[in-house]
């Protein structure tokens, strides 16, 4: 590994940690395309920004820039509140617009300004060693590196700072303003936060990946834990690692790092989607059809509790008359017999005592619709589960 | 450019006049099906489907090696697709919200066109060169056979929109309804989403991913705020969308270094912006103005009632009182006094002012209203 290539894993694994935080934030306060918003819009501050400075990752521009991401913010919220558009719908005309003005000032100034929108868009992260910073003419390592390391340090203490306000007005609105901390700056706090990051971030990894860098980490933790804390961990190894194997995969195929980091992000996020132990696709669509046979097996039951003739509940009969195809049939009553609710004598089915009392207990609940009646039914009668 | 310049132009550059019909068209198929995604509450839908249609084009020319650009829309559609239900199964089967499943869809399909797109220039092909208009979108790139496409989906969009109105219609407001009537609503649902997805990606070549989402909100935004018919805004928001291309169009061939896609997106910005504020119905300025006359009014009916106070400790009702008296309370001015005696419920006499018969049971009903909504 060269000097070069070691920077530019570390400006990576820095952009990361440094998006994974307000992106952890704002995937919990259901405002995960906000960011989406002010990684498009912030290209006419960073134009005008260039204007000004000359120099793309000078902090004035930054602070510029950011700023009209706040801008962005402020626009969705007041159009939002003049109730004429939904907020998505807000958000969805507000960050064209910017960025359309963004592309016509670089297109109309192209001679003079060294910007293109596909750097802004993409950015180039193998060029973000090449930018050194010469502090009293000692080369101090890359310039990127020293903005997104300030930018993580800055989140890293609001975020132990104001953990416990974060939280509360996250989880709980309500209960954060009666407590005192105002939630509007909490929100505008986190907003800039994320702003200036996006901004940070935008030349080493161009607008998209920031977006996916900020979104899918945090969303894949929340697939994996309902504790804050531990989501946090969770989004910053997810994105550290991403950023990683991402720039060797890269490396391998010779194509873009922040295009083959996404991916990378993409395939974690699609393992941990699929198989997140409670809340993946598989053990959802499990629990599901666990579900389902569980309340077909009530209905079955159900079923022969109304009838005493023995012709109703013959087993062929009874697959006819609930009109249940084989497999299903065989899987519900087979259920039964495991559990020992039914008995099977010369192909009539009837209940056992234990049967006839989880009846009972489920026709209650169904007379008088309340909970407790319900709660413990499974876990009373079923040894084994649909 | 002059405007007669620009019409002349129009009839007899090839150029200008295919760009301007396909972006004309394509407003129009936008305005169109956007109008149901907004109502749908799925306004960034659209945003999320362009960029997801990326990886599509770039996997559509790896296989096939050429750059036919009917080949690569197809591509375009089926990731589209695939994004546009990957996103409606994450928020159906687990916990993630719609702007986190959007946010999803959107960065990391977006970011693997990227990496394909990278390492397709890195081949050794010439052929390559081009794809990454579909990023930005070059509406000069825009020949026949293009718009000819563009029209025919306008076509078979507007037909199925025309045979399914009366569900598309029932599935926006009332879905549950539309479930109970015995409609098939997934169909209706999928069939709307395949249209949206489709004028999507036969814009993408135009207007590129990043703005193809304005094209899609922005006209149906505007026409929202003109009428509460859906019939009326899809075919205002279609209008509103084809005079933004035809426009944006013009205004970008009239200088240089002006990108079409932006351009249109401004304009179609504009419409919305005016729609905001002068919509008479919705807009702000008219609720503005409402509300300040509602306020006036309500000033004056409070004077009515002091003095109707003052009144009912005296004798007679017309018993004159000094203006002076009503100073402990603000709420009058010159004018509204003598708006209230054109209402004809005072009499002013230099500085003293004596309640009308008409006033008193004005002010007496007045009252009266007030007690019964308490």
Not at chain 1, 224 to 246: N, P
């Amino acid at each position: 590994m060269s000097s070069p290539q070691i920077e530019i894993q570390l400006i990576a694994a820095l952009v990361a940690a440094a998006c994974a935080i307000p992106g952890v934030f704002l995937v919990l306060r259901k405002m995960a395309l906000i960011s989406d918003a002010i990684s498009h819009s912030i290209l006419p501050g960073i134009v005008l920004g260039f204007f000004i400075t000359q120099d793309l990752s000078s902090p004035l521009l930054i602070v510029l820039a950011a700023g009209t991401g706040i801008i962005t913010v402020v626009l969705v919220e007041r159009i939002q509140k003049t109730g004429l558009v939904k907020e998505d719908t807000a958000i969805g005309l507000v960050f064209p617009a910017l960025f359309s003005i963004g592309v016509l000032l670089i297109a109309k100034n192209a001679n003079d300004i060294h910007l293109d929108v596909d750097a802004v868009l993409l950015g180039e992260l193998a060029f973000a060693p090449f930018d050194r910073l010469l502090l009293l003419g000692i080369d101090a390592g890359p310039k990127a590196a020293w903005i997104m390391g300030v930018i993580l340090l800055i989140t890293l203490s609001l975020l132990y700072l104001f953990f416990k306000e974060l939280k509360v007005s996250t989880f709980d609105v309500g209960l954060s303003s009666a407590l005192g901390f105002s939630p509007a700056l909490l929100h505008y706090g986190l907003m800039s936060v994320s702003s200036i990051t996006v901004v940070g971030a935008f030349d080493v990894v161009g607008a998209i990946l920031v977006v996916a860098l900020m979104i899918a980490p945090a969303a894949a933790a929340y697939l994996l834990t309902a504790d804050l804390k531990k989501m946090l961990w969770l989004s910053v190894c997810f994105g550290v690692f991403a950023a990683i194997s991402g720039y060797w995969l890269a490396h391998w195929l010779d194509a873009s790092i922040a295009g083959s980091i996404t991916t990378v992000l993409g395939l974690v996020f699609l393992l941990v989607y699929f198989f997140a132990p409670k809340k993946g696709l598989l053990s959802v669509m499990y629990r599901q059809k666990q579900q389902r046979t569980e309340v077909s097996l009530l209905t079955f039951l159900l079923h022969l509790n109304n009838h005493q003739e023995t012709e109703e509940r013959h087993i062929n009969h009874l697959r006819e008359h609930i009109n249940w195809q084989q497999v299903k049939a065989n899987t519900v009553v087979g259920l039964a017999l495991d559990n020992n609710l039914i008995t099977i004598t010369n192909e009539v089915i009837s209940l056992t005592t234990k049967g006839l009392s989880f009846t009972q207990t489920a026709l209650e609940y169904i007379i008088t619709n309340k909970d407790d009646k319900i709660e413990h039914l499974k876990d009373d009668f079923f040894l084994f589960r649909g | 450019m002059s405007i007669t310049e620009y019409f002349n132009l129009l009839f007899t550059d090839y150029t200008l006049r295919t760009i301007s019909l396909g972006t004309a068209v394509l407003g129009a198929i936008c305005g169109m099906l956007g109008s149901f995604a907004v109502l749908r509450k799925q306004s960034l839908l659209g945003d999320a489907i362009s960029h997801a249609a990326l990886p599509g084009i770039a996997i559509a020319f790896l296989i096939t090696g050429a750059k036919d650009t009917n080949i690569l829309l197809l591509g375009a559609l089926v990731s589209g697709l695939i994004g546009a239900f990957w996103i409606r199964g994450m928020i159906s089967k687990t916990h993630l919200k719609s702007d986190t499943a959007l946010g999803l869809v959107l960065s990391l399909f977006f970011g693997f066109g990227m990496l394909l797109l990278t390492y397709i220039q890195k081949q050794p092909n010439a052929n390559q060169a081009g794809l990454d208009k579909y990023l930005f979108g070059q509406a000069a790139t825009l020949v026949e056979s293009d718009v000819l496409l563009m029209v025919l989906v306008t076509a078979t969009a507007l037909v199925v929109v025309l045979l399914f109105w009366k569900e598309f219609k029932l599935l926006l407001f009332d879905p549950d309804y539309a479930n109970t009537l015995g409609f098939n609503t997934k169909f209706i649902d999928i069939l709307i989403t395949f249209f949206i997805v489709l004028a999507i990606v036969i814009g993408l070549q135009t207007v590129g991913v990043v703005l193809m989402s304005a094209m899609l909100l922005a006209p149906a935004a505007a026409a929202r705020q003109w009428t509460s018919s859906l019939a009326v805004m899809v075919f205002l928001a279609a209008l509103i969308g084809a005079f933004s291309g035809v426009f944006g169009t013009a205004i970008s061939a009239s200088q240089d270094n002006l990108s079409t896609g932006p351009v249109i997106v401004l304009v179609a910005s504009f419409f919305v912006v005016v729609s905001f504020v002068f919509s008479p119905t919705r807009g702000l300025l008219f609720k503005q103005i409402r509300l300040i006359k509602n306020r006036r009014d309500l000033q004056l009916k409070k004077t009515l009632q002091f003095m109707y106070g003052i009144a009912q400790t005296h004798e007679s009702i017309d018993h004159p009182h000094t203006i002076r008296i009503l100073n402990n309370f603000q709420g009058f001015t010159k004018k509204s006094l003598r708006k209230m005696e054109e209402n004809q419920w005072i009499l002013l006499n230099k500085q003293q002012w004596s309640l009308t018969l008409k006033g008193f049971t004005e002010a007496q009903n007045l009252f009266n209203q007030q007690t019964q909504h308490e």
